[in-house]
């Protein structure tokens, strides 16, 4: 069998580490063939392609980032883009596409494996919101860089008695948010499953204060306020529509010196979260999902993703990997707000 792999969406570590897994599985165990393409999506739509075969892993799996390189290139926005993915893979003698991304990516894997196309789904998310996985890799390395600024901060924050914010990714979904706030022992995390109150953020700020420490806040991208106001500034949309943000931190920096007089300062985490080497849990995961998304490839599965459910991977359909997102649960929200102020 000839097989295509792919990249889409933003990069997060361990991409390399399963493209290594299922090229080694699939030419070594099996002996199959592999083509990449290019930039995610864009590869398949304008046919640009790299050689992919054992040579070309060698010596990835700590490498973060993606040897295939990304993008979020939406086929839906080109006119006849599907048709000339399907084209692309029929002129490259393409017999199964491997599509390593998240929800935009394999909502495009949905729709090719109703075209006909034979597809298999790994997913990819730093921020742990693909409903149908209880992990996707990215994430715990992602959590572990936060956590790591966290306990930096702590020092400063304590040195200058100000309050501190770290903004965290999370435009959805508050995964990184809560765990890196709990690991490093934040006293206020705000996420966007629940608008927060900021007359109780300020609360815990003062209450922190009055006893001789100072707060260390985590907050999500896409985390607003109770009263509707619009404290994101939205940058434009990508390729799928949805909003750049970013603002929330530095937004709230301002709300908690007006409202409490205390010195407040920021930090934006942004893209440091994606980049470096994985972390062992990651490498493992996403090695896993190589291996199995190339049985799937080789038992002639398709329209299925791969998945961490326990400790066991498993495949779900595409349609429900893509159904919905997950979200953090009132009921989890409340065991972190033991610690809050």
Known sequence: MRIGVLTGGGDCPGLNAVIRAAVRKGVGIYGHEFIGFRDGWKGPLEN??????????????????????????????????????????????????????????????TKLHALGVNVIGVPKTIDNDLNATDYTFGFDTAVNIAMEAIDRLHTTAESHHRALIVEVMGRHAGWIALHAGLGGGANVILIPELPFSLERVCAYVESRFQSHYAPIIVVAEGAVPDDGGNAVLEKGLDAFGHARLGGIGDWLAQQIEKHTGKEARTTVLGHIQRGGTPSAFDRVLATRFGLHAIDAVHEGDSGVMVALRGTDIVRVPLAEATASLKLVSPALYAEAEVFFG
Do not use: H, K, Y
């Open 48 to 109: 640009v392609t790299m050689p992919l075969g054992v040579p070309e892993v060698r010596g990835i799996l700590p490498r973060g980032g993606t040897i295939l390189g990304s993008s979020r290139t939406n086929p839906f926005a080109v006119e006849d883009g599907l048709q000339r993915i399907t084209e692309t893979l029929r002129l490259q003698g393409v017999d199964a596409l491997i599509a390593i991304g998240g929800e935009d990516t394999l909502g495009v894997a």
